[in-house]
Nanobody, 113 residues
């Protein structure tokens, strides 16, 4: 069992940056993968980025070159660095562990001028 708590969301202007954090209640050293999903109003939840315990990553095509997932096992935390944000990135962002077995409650990201 692991509890996940997301933070770092908020309102940002187009072109701006945010860093989301996902803090786990226990060690994530062996948890694979750790993932970020997002869900915009009226749309299905989609995988944004994934990172394995070995550090291999994948990113959604529309965020490649702008978003970067990383993990700090010592801090039991996974991050999503988001740069060059666009209005279409507006969504609730969720952290997930072990192939969607565990979920956080999400953090809202709003990109608007």
């Amino acid at each position: 069992q692991v509890q996940l708590v997301e933070s770092g969301g908020g309102l940002v202007q187009p072109g701006g940056s945010l860093r989301l954090s996902c803090a786990a209640s226990r060690s994530i050293f062996s948890i694979s993968p750790m993932e970020w999903y997002r869900q915009a109003p009226g749309l299905e939840r989609e995988l944004v980025a994934s990172i394995t315990s070995g550090g291999s990553t994948i990113h959604l095509d529309s965020v490649k070159g702008r978003f970067t997932i990383s993990r700090d096992n010592a801090k039991n935390t996974v991050y999503l660095q988001m740069n060059s944000l666009k209005p279409e990135d507006t969504a609730v962002y969720y952290c997930s562990a072990s192939y969607r077995t565990f979920w956080g409650k999400g953090t809202l990201v709003t990109v608007s001028s």
